[in-house]
């Protein structure tokens, strides 16, 4: 079983930047492909971006690529999501997930999740 906790989320003006974390409970976070998602109010939840277990592949959303940037480090159970150049469409509560095997952009492929943390971007 994996705990996940994320952590980062806050308000922060439009252009502005923020790194979400999520720490995982158990040792065997190094086998689990991560990943991002988000979910808006009065819309699905939608793909970010995920990371294969070496963090060797990674996957992002056609809405955040080139602005946000996913990573982990295995030593600390943690991914990362490194958030830059956001915009008011960006504001969702955002959700880490895990999966054992290769990095997925579905969420029905995850099996564990974490609570969720706010990111509002103000224009």
């Known amino acids: 079983q994996v705990q996940l906790v994320e952590s980062g989320g806050g308000l922060v003006q439009a252009g502005g930047s923020l790194r979400l974390s999520c720490a995982a409970s158990?040792?065997?976070?190094?086998?689990?492909?991560m990943g991002w998602f988000r979910q808006a109010p009065g819309k699905e939840r939608e793909f970010v971006a995920a990371?294969?277990?070496?963090?060797?592949?990674?996957y992002y959303g056609d809405s955040v690529k080139g602005r946000f940037t996913i990573s982990r480090d295995n030593a600390k159970s943690t991914v990362y999501l490194q958030m830059n150049s956001l915009k008011p469409e960006d504001t969702a509560v955002y959700y880490c997930?895990?999966?054992?095997?290769?990095?997925?952009?579905?969420?029905?492929?995850?099996?564990?999740w974490g609570q969720g943390t706010q990111v509002t971007v103000s224009s």
């Open positions: 997930a895990s999966r054992l095997g290769p990095p997925a952009r579905t969420e029905d492929q995850y099996d564990h």
């Open positions: 158990g040792r065997t976070f190094s086998s689990y492909s």
């Open positions: 990371i294969s277990w070496g963090g060797g592949t990674t």
